[in-house]
């Protein structure tokens, strides 16, 4: 059974930082591309960032370019997200996701998701 779980999300004032984890279990986490999406109410879910299996390449949206951080450990089947200078209009569910096949930002493509975890940044 795969289980992705999220943690770390909280209310933060904008301008702080956060560091969300999401630890897997249930599957070759290795071999899998991980990436972060987000939902804002009333919103879609959107790409965020994604890291392939080796961790060697990352991709981000426009929007976190510069402010956020995906990195991954294997040896902890974990995959983080480092979100510096935080503004009001990050607030939203963010979710982990396990994609078995290629690098991808189409929330379609992935195959696994997480429960999600909140952050909410104020003003």
């Known amino acids: 059974q795969v289980q992705l779980v999220e943690s770390g999300g909280e209310l933060v004032q904008a301008g702080g930082s956060l560091r969300l984890s999401c630890a897997a279990s249930g599957l070759t986490f290795s071999s899998m591309v991980m990436g972060w999406f987000r939902q804002a109410p009333g919103k879609e879910r959107e790409f965020v960032t994604a890291i392939t299996s080796s961790g060697s390449s990352t991709i981000y949206a426009d929007f976190v370019k510069g402010r956020f951080t995906i990195s991954r450990d294997n040896a902890k089947n974990t995959v983080y997200l480092q979100m510096n200078s935080l503004k009001p209009e990050d607030t939203a569910v963010y979710y982990c996701?396990?994609?078995?096949?290629?690098?991808?930002?189409?929330?379609?493509?992935?195959?696994?998701w997480g429960q999600g975890t909140q952050v909410t940044v104020s003003s």
């Open positions: 996701a396990a994609n078995r096949g290629s690098y991808s930002r189409l929330v379609t493509r992935y195959d696994y």
